[in-house]
């Protein structure tokens, strides 16, 4: 696999005539990238030292739109500009865009050169910092699916009718069906990976045109990093092809939801701190204290795991997304899954992230809840078994970004592992989109009422 760029292999490169433009980017609250095209001579000259761009790009909403009420940017504060400094361990061709390179940015205030507080980016540095501090290295890998249409998107900006996905059929590891998408898919794998991205697989996933590419488990900031730039990748591929994708968690109701499962494990001096051969499962007292932490902190990270009025929609019985936040050994019934049982690969999968989830915040917060376990030392409940959708009373996925809001507002545990600012300031972001969802008139108004009211 490709190594990633230095400053010294992007000057040869530039002056090779390979390279003539750097994107520099940071992800934004959405986990979109966000940024510019540097002239890579202008980058070499001192453009990678530092940029600026405005700080209303932590505050806005899908749309773009500037969203008033957050203490970080507004138009009382004047929109004023943050610092982007790139972090050249990123820095990295695209093979994908012709005579391009990419390296991501964290952002700074201008003022004080600190890392910028709601930031996502620094969210996960801080939780991994934090984890160092106890002896662990956090690692994690996440499973990312999407949606594969035949449809370009300039055919659907004049109204979104008439969806093709890709394949005809559920496509779940049918290799016949996938071969339609090899077009798309087979560049994807081979682009992301010349891109320093240490893809494993894409394969069929639950319904027509469902896809899921996985790549290797690394460091929780490395996790995040990849599967933003895979996101990226997906899109901009596809759409070079005169396709579209979507990460939507739920763009249908009668079909399959798509997921970002989030695969973790804490490792110390090298060795998995998780695995115990003479504990229940192979799981160690470490592994138990993490998981414990996650369950007691469910409900209160859903807003980071699942940040749209839509996302709750994905969440219903018989399509592979949990509705209980229960653990379990080897059960996709189950919000919390234990992987590799028994061996040092074991494991915390949790299923319940969408594929519209930001990694950064999403990672952090299962880090910030299994951490929090730890230093607690809570006691891991009885296992659940069996199909666990018809399970009665146990603890349940909250049903809407409503309750996830409400529950974040009023939790101790983010506010000491994230601070008042970036809580205060992802409720803000979630209140506005469930306002934003309740004044829109929607197609399903008009097919319910237009007539029938």
Same mark, same amino acid.
């Given at each position: 696999?490709?190594?990633?760029?230095?400053?010294?292999?992007?000057?040869?490169?530039?002056?090779?005539?390979?390279? %003539?433009?750097?994107?520099?980017?940071?992800?934004?609250?959405?986990?979109?990238?966000?940024?510019?095209?540097?002239?890579?001579?202008?980058?070499?000259?001192?453009?990678?030292?530092?940029? #600026?761009?405005?700080?209303y790009?932590?505050?806005?909403?899908?749309?773009m739109?500037?969203?008033?009420?957050?203490?970080?940017?507004?138009?009382?504060?004047?929109?004023?500009?943050?610092?982007?400094?790139?972090?050249?361990?990123?820095?990295?061709?695209?093979?994908?865009? +012709?005579?391009?390179?990419?390296?991501?940015?964290?952002?700074?205030?201008h003022?004080?050169?600190?890392?910028?507080?709601?930031?996502?980016?620094?969210?996960?540095?801080?939780?991994?910092?934090?984890?160092?501090?106890?002896?662990?290295?956090?690692?994690?890998?996440?499973?990312?699916?999407?949606?594969?249409? %035949?449809?370009?998107?300039?055919?659907?900006?004049?109204?979104?009718?008439?969806?093709?996905?890709?394949?005809?059929?559920?496509?779940?590891?049918?290799?016949?069906?996938?071969?339609?998408?090899?077009?798309?898919?087979?560049?994807?794998?081979?682009h992301?990976?010349?891109?320093?991205?240490?893809?494993?697989?894409?394969?069929?996933?639950?319904?027509?045109?469902? /896809?899921?590419?996985?790549?290797?488990? $690394?460091?929780?900031?490395?996790?995040?990093?990849?599967?933003?730039?895979i996101?990226?990748?997906?899109?901009? /591929?596809?759409?070079?092809?005169?396709?579209?994708?979507?990460?939507? @968690?739920?763009? *249908?109701?009668?079909? @399959?939801?798509?997921?970002?499962?989030? #695969?973790q $494990?804490?490792?110390? %001096?090298?060795?998995?701190?998780?695995? %115990?051969?003479?504990?229940? #499962?192979?799981?160690?007292?470490?592994?138990?204290?993490?998981?414990?932490?996650?369950?007691?902190?469910?409900?209160?990270?859903?807003?980071?795991?699942?940040?749209?009025?839509? $996302?709750?929609?994905?969440?219903?019985?018989?399509?592979?997304?949990p509705?209980?936040?229960?653990?379990?050994? *080897?059960?996709?019934?189950?919000?919390?899954?234990?992987?590799?049982?028994?061996?040092?690969?074991?494991?915390?999968?949790?299923? /319940? +992230?969408?594929?519209? @989830?930001? +990694?950064?915040?999403?990672?952090a917060?299962?880090?910030?809840?299994?951490?929090?376990?730890?230093e607690?030392?809570?006691?891991?409940?009885?296992?659940?078994?069996?199909?666990?959708?018809?399970?009665g009373?146990?603890?349940?996925? +909250?049903?809407?970004?409503?309750? @996830?809001?409400?529950?974040?507002?009023? $939790?101790?545990l983010?506010?000491?592992?994230?601070?008042d600012?970036?809580?205060? #300031?992802?409720?803000?972001?979630?209140?506005?989109?469930?306002?934003?969802?309740?004044r829109?008139?929607?197609?399903?108004?008009?097919?319910?009422?237009?007539?029938?009211?």
């Open positions: 696999m490709p190594a990633n760029l230095t400053l010294d292999s992007l000057k040869t490169a530039f002056d090779a005539g390979e390279i %003539d433009t750097v994107l520099v980017v940071f992800p934004d609250m959405q986990g979109r990238l966000m940024g510019k095209r540097f002239h890579a001579g202008f980058f070499l000259d001192g453009g990678h030292k530092e940029t #600026h761009c405005c700080n790009l932590l505050a806005l909403d899908m749309e739109n500037t969203v008033p009420g957050y203490r970080s940017a507004g138009w009382e504060q004047g929109y004023g500009d943050y610092v982007m400094r790139p972090d050249l361990s990123t820095l990295r061709r695209l093979p994908w865009l +012709p005579g391009t390179a990419m390296v991501i940015c964290d952002l700074l205030d003022h004080t050169h600190d890392e910028v507080a709601v930031s996502p980016r620094a969210i996960l540095k801080r939780q991994v910092a934090r984890a160092r501090e106890m002896g662990f290295d956090a690692m994690m890998a996440t499973e990312l699916e999407f949606y594969l249409f %035949d449809n370009s998107y300039e055919s659907l900006r004049g109204g979104i009718a008439g969806l093709v996905p890709s394949s005809g059929y559920n496509e779940d590891y049918h290799i016949f069906q996938t071969t339609r998408e090899e077009d798309v898919m087979r560049a994807v794998r081979n992301l990976y010349g891109a320093g991205i240490p893809v494993e697989s894409t394969k069929g996933e639950a319904d027509a045109g469902q /896809i899921e590419v996985n790549y290797r488990y $690394s460091d929780a900031l490395d996790t995040a990093d990849n599967h933003t730039i996101k990226q990748g997906v899109k901009e /591929i596809a759409w070079s092809r005169g396709k579209s994708v979507t990460f939507m @968690a739920k763009y *249908d109701t009668a079909k @399959a939801g798509s997921a970002a499962h989030v #695969h $494990s804490l490792f110390r %001096d090298g060795k998995p701190a998780f695995h %115990d051969p003479e504990g229940d #499962h192979g799981m160690s007292a470490t592994m138990k204290h993490f998981l414990a932490g996650q369950l007691a902190g469910a409900d209160q990270m859903m807003v980071f795991l699942a940040p749209y009025v839509n $996302s709750y929609k994905r969440f219903c019985t018989g399509l592979f997304a509705t209980k936040a229960v653990w379990s050994c *080897d059960n996709r019934t189950a919000g919390f899954r234990v992987c590799g049982e028994g061996t040092g690969g074991v494991r915390v999968e949790c299923r /319940i +992230p969408g594929a519209d @989830a930001n +990694p950064y915040l999403a990672c917060a299962l880090l910030a809840a299994g951490l929090d376990g730890i607690r030392k809570l006691e891991l409940e009885p296992e659940l078994r069996g199909d666990l959708y018809r399970a009373d146990v603890r349940e996925v +909250p049903k809407t970004l409503r309750e @996830a809001a409400e529950r974040l507002k009023a $939790s101790d983010y506010r000491r592992a994230f601070g600012d970036v809580v205060d #300031h992802y409720h803000h972001a979630a209140e506005w989109e469930i306002a934003e969802t309740d829109v008139v929607t197609d399903h108004d008009l097919r319910r009422l237009l007539e029938r009211a």
